[in-house]
């Protein structure tokens, strides 16, 4: 993917590892971009590896974040509120 990455592109962006977000890349240099989000202002400079075309390709990258979550202590009150959250953004 890397590597046909041009100036201009309309990219998913993958954030946290969990999270999938729509970007522009705005300009490249060597293994890092700069990028501005689609749906609001500001951007990042991510390495371009975190970087893909469509929106599925993204998904199919991310990692389980409850899984890793697991094996910390939480309340149930943050239980509770990190898996409603992070259930509302799988939908």
Known sequence: ???????????????????????????????????????RRGGLRIRKSRLFFSEEEARKNRRNPTREYQNIAFSKQEKAWMFSVIGKERQ
């Open 1 to 39: 993917m890397s590597e046909t990455i041009k100036r201009g592109d309309v990219c998913y962006y993958l954030s946290a590892h969990c999270y999938v977000q729509k970007v522009k890349v705005l300009l490249l240099e060597g293994d890092w971009c700069i990028v501005a989000f689609a749906d």
